[in-house]
């Protein structure tokens, strides 16, 4: 890892923001940028941008397992469902 640039919930990635990320991170010695897959719909690149780009965009999918406390934690989820349900 090079560098790491962080978003705020719900902020957009503009094309000219990350072209200048990539230009950057591969003078530092990036080869490649890395996204969560939650966020890659956040980064807006039409064609011509994504030719721009001095390093391959990737995406990384993330699951989460619970390992304990399973049960309480889908009573926890229902119970949120009826709340919005409700309403």
Sequence with gaps: VVEALYLQDHEPMDAKRL????????????EALLCTEKD???VSLQDQDIEKLSLPLYFVGVQVKIVEGEEFFEKFILSLNKGFLRK
């Design 19 to 30: 072209i200048e990320f990539s230009q950057r991170t591969k003078y530092s010695g990036a």
């Design 40 to 42: 890659i719909v956040k």
